[in-house]
């Protein structure tokens, strides 16, 4: 059973502290989405990779948050440096573009910044 | 720009009473719609997908949606609800604009199912 699966699955940290968030898509999805869910502002699309290359991260803060693809299996989210409004579950999902293109949620990573 | 309304913040059924949860989306083409499911504290489950075939979409756990392009709606409903529905739901609609299947979510619908 195909799965994206995501680590840490909880994290707490201290204002000004990096995070490193990471996600391992299902093998074979060519693209990887981030998202970031608030009580305030619901789902919120933060960075979207096809085959690995960057193409919108508009909805992500730049000084301060970085998404990379290091290779297929792995996407990273890192904050640097941390602050308690970051504070929020962080999803990732991967899809194969063609022909259905369906996304599929991890776990998600509950970050908490004190 | 497309988007997504849910009607309804909070819904409370009775376990084995019909569910009915409300979504209305805005889109300038023919769009793709989807419900997701989010347990407490898991990720998020995709429940079905219209995209222009039948506009009666099944989906799992005995969830089913009608597209109506006259009254722009994708109500997600289920003959009788079980205590393992308790969930909140989303209404999603995808935006092609930038060239990419973009999710746009609703603020999601809190179901309840009392016994």
């Known amino acids: 059973d195909a799965r994206v699966t995501q680590t840490p699955r909880h994290k707490v940290t201290e204002m000004g502290q990096e995070v490193t968030m990471r996600c391992q898509p299902i093998?074979?999805?060519?693209?990887v989405f981030w998202y970031r869910q608030t009580m305030m502002q619901g789902l919120e699309l933060l960075a979207y990779?096809?085959?690995?290359?960057?193409?919108?991260d508009s909805g992500m803060p730049k000084d301060r948050f970085s998404a990379e693809m290091p290779d297929a299996t792995l996407a990273t989210l890192k904050i640097q440096p941390s602050e308690p409004r970051d504070s929020a579950v962080y999803f990732c999902a991967s899809a194969l573009e063609f022909p259905t293109d369906t996304q599929y949620f991890g776990p998600g990573t509950r970050l908490t910044v004190l | 720009a497309q988007s997504v309304t849910q009607l309804d913040s909070h819904v409370s059924v009775s376990e084995g009473t019909p569910v009915l949860l409300r979504c209305n989306y805005s889109?300038?083409?023919?769009?793709?719609l989807f419900w997701y499911v989010q347990h407490p504290n898991k990720g998020l489950q995709l429940l079905l997908k219209y995209t222009s075939a039948a506009t009666l979409v099944k989906g799992i756990n005995g969830f089913e949606a009608e597209f109506k392009k006259s009254e722009t709606s994708f109500h997600l409903t289920k003959p009788s609800a079980h205590m393992s529905d308790a969930a909140e739901y989303f209404c999603v609609v995808s935006d092609r604009g930038g060239g990419y299947n973009k999710l746009i979510f609703g603020a999601g619908t809190r179901l309840a199912v009392h016994p």
């Open positions: 889109s300038s083409y023919s769009p793709s």
């Open positions: 093998l074979g999805h060519n693209t």
């Open positions: 990779f096809r085959n690995r290359a960057p193409l919108d």
